[in-house]
């Protein structure tokens, strides 16, 4: 999940060598596919924020009911 706090444009690199570009707009939230090793890096004019929760698994819950 991820909620953008200042849009900019952010170009992506997998580890496969794939470039992709991402340019949200302030407010912009929502899921994002999961991806493996990247680098990221801020290409645009101003800079850019964003808060981004990253789901590792899916496990069980360990609360008392």
Not at 3 to 32: L, R, Y
Not at 39 to 47: A, D, F, L, Y
């Amino acid at each position: 999940w991820f909620f953008v706090t200042q849009g900019g444009t952010m170009k992506v690199v997998t580890a496969q060598g794939k470039v992709g570009m991402w340019s949200p707009k302030t407010g912009d939230s929502g899921w994002m596919e999961a991806e493996g090793a990247h680098t990221s890096e801020n290409v645009g004019t101003v800079p850019m924020s964003f808060i981004l929760v990253e789901v590792k698994s899916a496990g069980t819950s360990t609360a008392s009911r």
